[in-house]
């Protein structure tokens, strides 16, 4: 009997992933939004969210969206995305529709470093959700965003697409940049370093990706949460980039991360762009 309780433990232990974060806007979109708003209107704005990363200078991620989200409840909810041209970005899937909360209109934010103030702004309510977007599985999380003409500037400009060499490369041991205005830490409040915000994180394999949330699939990226370095809430539907020739190279949409919290060392997900090249290529 004590080794059947003991074999029973140790397969509870092996089975006890970890929980991706679900539905989104209720869990964290509508929250995190009032925590930014209410630091931009007490002009005490001066930082990121993204967790052990820095603050981002103007025009150090032109191509970064910042996404001011109207929910058909009335409330409000935020997220980020990736200019792909002139007229399209790319974001998430579950920022339009978490399997709960269905947005009604996104206000995108160019060329700013805040989000509720300043920059472009751009009103729209056409987004194009992948058709097998499943809030279940979590497979299929993105969306494009069609909006107004927008000139290139300094401070707004596009990202490529992972075309060409890039299109077989899984980016395993690649140091990538991801940029966001989710919160800085677990039980960080309103203060300091609230701007826009990046940090550095090394692509892992999504076989050791999978030792925290089980069965990773093929179209999710992972990178590493170590040393409470992430993507936080808030920071859903941004980019995740690298530097190829030159030129800054979109690989991930950030997707989910551990229901528990961002700080904990646990890898954060993204979807893998190079997955969607065609389908995204098709609405471009």
């Given at each position: 009997?004590?080794?059947?309780?003991?074999?029973?433990?140790?397969?509870?232990?092996?089975?006890?992933?970890?929980?991706?974060?679900?539905?989104?806007?209720?869990?964290?979109?509508?929250?995190?939004?009032?925590?930014?708003?209410?630091?931009?209107?007490?002009?005490?704005?001066?930082?990121?969210?993204?967790?052990?990363?820095?603050?981002?200078?103007?025009?150090?991620?032109?191509?970064?969206?910042?996404?001011?989200?109207?929910?058909?409840?009335?409330?409000?909810?935020?997220?980020?995305?990736s200019l792909l041209s002139n007229t399209r970005?790319?974001?998430?899937?579950?920022?339009?529709?978490?399997?709960?909360?269905?947005?009604?209109?996104?206000?995108?934010?160019?060329?700013?470093?805040?989000?509720?103030?300043?920059?472009?702004?751009?009103?729209?309510?056409?987004?194009?959700?992948?058709?097998?977007?499943?809030?279940?599985?979590?497979?299929?999380?993105?969306?494009?965003?069609?909006?107004?003409?927008?000139?290139?500037?300094?401070?707004?400009?596009?990202?490529?697409?992972?075309?060409?060499?890039?299109?077989?490369?899984?980016?395993?041991?690649?140091?990538?940049?991801?940029?966001?205005?989710?919160?800085?830490?677990?039980?960080?409040?309103?203060?300091?370093?609230?701007?826009?915000?990046?940090?550095?994180?090394?692509?892992?394999?999504?076989?050791?990706?999978?030792?925290?949330?089980?069965?990773?699939?093929?179209?999710?990226?992972?990178?590493?949460?170590?040393?409470?370095?992430?993507?936080?809430?808030?920071?859903?539907?941004?980019?995740?980039?690298?530097?190829?020739?030159?030129?800054?190279?979109l690989i991930g949409i950030t997707s989910f991360?551990?229901?528990?919290?961002?700080?904990?060392?646990?890898?954060?997900?993204?979807?893998?762009?190079?997955?969607?090249?065609?389908?995204?290529?098709?609405?471009?």
């Amino acid at each position: 009997m004590k080794s059947f309780v003991l074999f029973v433990a140790f397969v509870s232990a092996v089975l006890a992933f970890e929980e991706p974060l679900r539905f989104y806007h209720e869990t964290a979109g509508i929250r995190e939004a009032a925590r930014i708003k209410q630091a931009e209107e007490a002009l005490d704005f001066d930082g990121g969210r993204i967790t052990g990363g820095s603050a981002a200078a103007l025009g150090a991620h032109p191509h970064m969206g910042g996404l001011v989200i109207t929910l058909t409840s009335g409330a409000t909810s935020v997220c980020g995305s990736s200019l792909l041209s002139n007229t399209r970005l790319a974001t998430a899937a579950h920022c339009w529709w978490d399997g709960r909360n269905q947005a009604r209109q996104f206000t995108v934010v160019l060329g700013s470093i805040r989000l509720f103030t300043g920059g472009v702004r751009i009103n729209t309510s056409n987004v194009q959700m992948h058709g097998s977007w499943n809030p279940s599985t979590i497979q299929n999380d993105v969306a494009i965003i069609v909006i107004g003409w927008v000139g290139y500037t300094n401070a707004i400009n596009r990202i490529n697409l992972p075309l060409g060499t890039l299109a077989n490369n899984l980016f395993v041991g690649t140091t990538a940049t991801a940029a966001g205005f989710g919160r800085t830490g677990d039980n960080v409040g309103i203060g300091n370093n609230q701007f826009l915000s990046h940090v550095n994180l090394p692509v892992i394999t999504n076989a050791v990706c999978a030792q925290t949330f089980g069965n990773v699939i093929a179209s999710t990226l992972c990178v590493s949460g170590a040393n409470g370095r992430s993507t936080c809430p808030g920071d859903s539907g941004g980019p995740l980039a690298v530097t190829s020739g030159g030129q800054r190279v979109l690989i991930g949409i950030t997707s989910f991360g551990s229901a528990r919290g961002c700080q904990l060392g646990f890898p954060a997900a993204f979807v893998r762009v190079t997955s969607f090249n065609a389908w995204i290529q098709a609405r471009i």
